[in-house]
């Protein structure tokens, strides 16, 4: 079945060390994609997202994503992360001729200790 | 400033009771969505909707159902509720003008099923 994986389930870092996120999806053809984050007790907001142009792509906060076609990837980094980073954060995708039909990862849990 | 809300909040309910869950946005978006979050799944799709009178299953739609009256509405009925139900539930909306499909979240509804 086609996916959305997100490798690392619990990520813990302390303050000022760089992250770097794994995003991978198995659709083919030309697909949105999106990063959520999910602060405790919040809803999904919008970090970036990307569909076309420059691959690299610049979201709030500080964070990066970077769409990697040949590989299907768009891994999150940052390049120094503070303790208010500590949230959830799901990787998405539109796929290709399912306009809105989002599709999730797992999530990945970031704990950032002070 | 525009918005999504869910309501209630919070809900604990018994098994084989009928539960609506409401979600109204401002957006005057036409697409919306309604998830359920689970740990180690991400967010699902249970089901989305277009417009007025559409509405369309999802990735996990057995068990409820939706209906679209106006642009600012889409409830979500459990008609006889099961713990397996027992989850949050986020509602969502985006506007089909937007390239990008950018989807909007609700604070979410945390559904206990005894």
């Known amino acids: 079945a086609q996916s959305v994986s997100q490798h690392n389930h619990h990520v813990i870092l302390s303050e000022a060390a760089s992250l770097e996120l794994g995003c991978n999806y198995s659709?083919?053809?030309?697909?949105?994609l999106f990063w959520y984050v999910q602060y405790p007790g919040q809803h999904l907001q919008l970090l970036l997202k990307?569909?076309?142009?420059?691959?690299l792509v610049k979201g709030i906060k500080g964070f990066e994503a970077e769409f990697i076609k040949s590989k299907f990837s768009f891994n999150l980094r940052k390049p120094s992360v503070q303790w208010s980073d500590t949230a959830e954060y799901f990787c998405?995708?539109?796929?290709?001729?399912?306009?809105?039909?989002?599709?999730f990862g797992a999530g990945t849990r970031l704990t950032v200790k002070p | 400033d525009a918005e999504i809300t869910q309501s209630p909040r919070h809900k604990i309910t018994e098994t084989g009771r009928q539960v609506t869950l409401a979600c109204h946005q401002t957006?005057?978006?036409?697409?919306m969505f309604w998830y359920r979050q689970d740990l180690g799944h991400g967010l699902r799709l249970i089901h989305y909707?277009?417009?007025?009178?559409?509405?369309n299953k999802g990735e996990v739609s057995d068990g409820y159902s939706v209906s679209r009256s106006n642009t600012e509405d889409l409830p979500l009925t459990l008609e006889s509720a099961a713990s397996s139900q027992t989850s949050v539930y986020f509602c969502?909306?985006?506007?089909?003008?937007?390239?990008?499909?950018?989807?909007?979240f609700g604070p979410g509804t945390r559904l206990t099923v005894l």
């Open positions: 957006w005057n978006h036409n697409n």
């Open positions: 998405a995708v539109i796929p290709p001729l399912n306009n809105n039909d989002m599709r």
């Open positions: 990307y569909f076309s142009g420059d691959p």
């Open positions: 969502a909306s985006s506007d089909p003008g937007v390239p990008t499909d950018t989807q909007y």
């Open positions: 909707s277009y417009g007025v009178q559409d509405t």
């Open positions: 659709y083919g053809g030309t697909v949105n």
